[in-house]
């Protein structure tokens, strides 16, 4: 295996709700390629209704691809790969009626590892994201920034190659969020994952990417890739320099349009996504 | 949010509430005592307390237990696994949800009592049609609590157990049963409370025996006293049995 070939190559990929001519047809994403390289993390960033959870989703192995084929470490994608990827999702995906701990060993239960394993690796990620006080707590007692810690934790538990986080922080607050991105950056820079992690927030994205992907409104198609270069972990002052707010500021022009667009669309419509 | 507060407030509540109580106990002692009460209509409390004392004393009434409880423990029994068998098979598909429960939602509305002369003569007089009743009544509120159960488990938590590689049997066990079970709870619950209530109320209109029965055959015997003493033994049966299905329920949720 060659250590250039991407960790996700994604070819010609397009997705369609329902079927031509129906009124509910939506194509979310339309003819869209791209490789992630091995140990990047890449945001993808859009309009809502962009077809970048559906993207996502289709990497994962949830949903499969109208057209176009997604291969991951070479293999094409036919169904969950719960040994190479990991997902994060936007909220309340732990499940209630466990504990942190728990949920943390459920994803390793699912994969057959062994129980002494389960402990062990459960604890140490939650350590690293720094759970390890409320284990024994259900997610209920938890606050909203707690949770998606933990289910990072569960994520990390898998030790899988690949990590795919959608909107993680989307329902947190700004100030919860800053510091959930400043602690990702530092853990993640230590574990050389592949991220693909989607955003709706423009620092997020400039502040956590190697690459971010810009997606056009419905139907998505990528419209620009921004690279970001600046070592990993980030500094938490990053935010101040004036590289952040030009970078920021590119992401702003190339969106605000496809926004507005967005909006035109979902107001004649509906919501979609 | 004063606990001490909070605790003065429900010893008054449940201060009111024995006083309710004891002051309509009073009011029909005084009825029956001075007022021109005809003693075959109601009784003096003072004689239902004696015969009651009596009847727990003698065990007589203990055929007619066996038979109520054999009664309702058959027909819980049976609207039990079978709801929570046709309703996990009809949750498993979108299709047959949006067809049968809207159906059993209509039925669940119908007085099931009705068909109880329709059940004497097809299985007698005795516990089979006392059964049939129970288990009827009892099986809407389970195979629809069932069917609400595992048929609205929120998405995503399935989607995250598949993506960790959950398999059918995994999913069934950590996932879709721990979601459906407080659901299917309650409905568990509400049958056996509604399966208690027909199966007594059955035995007093057409019936060869158990508590129903042995109320109605002593006001027909003209002796309200020991019918007063029955009722309240019977409420009191019921009021333990509602406990106990109750604190199970709330055990079981809270692990």
Same mark, same amino acid.
């Given at each position: ?53 559906? $993207? ?51 994803? &390793? ?11 062990? /690796? ?6 690293? !994201?720094? =759970?390890?006080?409320? &284990? ?21 538990? @898998?030790?899988?190659?690949? $990590? ?7 329902? =947190? ?34 502040? $956590? ?65 | ?23 309509? !106990? ?15 209509? %109601? ?12 009847? @727990? ?40 949800? /949006? ?25 007698? $007089? ?17 195979? %629809? ?111």
């Amino acid at each position: 295996m060659s250590t250039a070939a991407p960790a996700i190559r994604i070819k010609d990929v397009s997705h369609e709700f329902g079927e031509a001519g129906d009124a509910r047809f939506v194509r979310a994403l339309s003819h869209t390629s791209l490789d992630i390289g091995r140990g990047e993390l890449l945001c993808l960033i859009g309009p809502s209704g962009c077809g970048k959870s559906t $993207l996502l989703n289709m990497i994962g192995g949830l949903m499969p691809p109208t057209s176009g084929t997604i291969e991951v470490g070479g293999k094409p994608v036919r169904g969950p790969m719960p040994r190479d990827i990991a997902f994060v999702f936007q909220e309340n995906a732990l499940f209630p009626w466990c504990t942190v701990l728990e949920n943390v060993k459920l994803g &390793m239960v699912f994969q057959g590892v062994p129980k002494a394993e389960q402990e062990e /690796r459960a604890r140490k990620s939650l350590e690293a !994201v720094g =759970l390890k006080d409320f &284990m024994a707590h259900h997610p209920a007692q938890l606050s909203g920034g707690m949770r998606q810690r933990a289910a990072l934790a569960r994520a990390l538990s @898998l030790q899988t190659e690949i $990590l795919l986080m959608d909107e993680p922080f989307g329902a =947190l607050d700004e100030q919860t969020r800053m510091i959930l991105g400043e602690d990702l950056s530092v853990l993640l820079s230590r574990s050389n994952k592949t991220i693909v992690f989607v955003t709706h927030s423009l620092g997020e994205a400039v502040f $956590l990417a190697d690459r971010v992907a810009v997606f056009s409104a419905r139907p998505g198609r990528i419209k620009e890739i921004i690279a970001v270069d600046e070592p990993h972990p980030r500094n938490p002052a990053f935010v101040t320099t004036e590289k952040f707010s030009r970078l920021r500021n590119t992401l702003y022009e190339l969106l605000h349009d496809e926004i507005r667009k967005a909006v035109e669309q979902s107001a004649t419509v509906g919501p979609g996504e | 949010m004063s606990g001490r507060r909070d605790r003065r407030s429900r010893l008054a509540s449940r201060a009111v509430q024995l006083g309710f109580v004891a002051s309509v !106990v009073l009011a029909w002692y005084l009825a029956t005592a001075y007022g021109h009460i005809n003693r075959i209509l %109601l009784p003096n409390p003072v004689n239902v307390w004696h015969e009651l004392k009596d009847v @727990l004393a003698s065990g007589e009434y203990l055929p007619d237990l066996r038979v109520t409880l054999t009664e309702l423990a058959v027909a819980f029994a049976i609207s039990c696994i079978s709801g929570v068998t046709i309703g996990y098979i009809i949750s498993r598909s979108a299709f047959l949800i /949006r067809v049968f429960e809207p159906l059993l939602a209509g039925f669940y509305s119908v007085p099931v009592i009705l068909f109880l002369p329709l059940y004497v003569l097809f299985f007698g $007089l005795g516990p089979e049609s006392k059964i049939a009743l129970g288990t009827t009544i009892s099986f809407f509120p389970i195979v %629809l609590n069932t069917i609400a159960g595992f048929g609205y488990v929120d998405k995503i938590f399935i989607t995250a157990a598949r993506s960790m590689g959950a398999s059918d049997i995994q999913m069934f066990r950590h996932v879709l049963l721990p979601a459906a079970f407080p659901v299917i709870l309650t409905g568990l619950r509400i049958g056996f409370t509604v399966a208690l209530l027909s199966i007594l109320g059955s035995e007093t209109i057409a019936s060869l025996a158990g508590l129903g029965h042995h109320i109605v055959s002593l006001a027909e015997a003209m002796e309200p006293a020991r019918m007063f003493a029955y009722i309240a033994f019977a409420v009191a049966i019921a009021v333990l049995l509602n406990t106990v299905v109750s604190g199970l329920e709330r055990r079981a949720r809270r692990t």
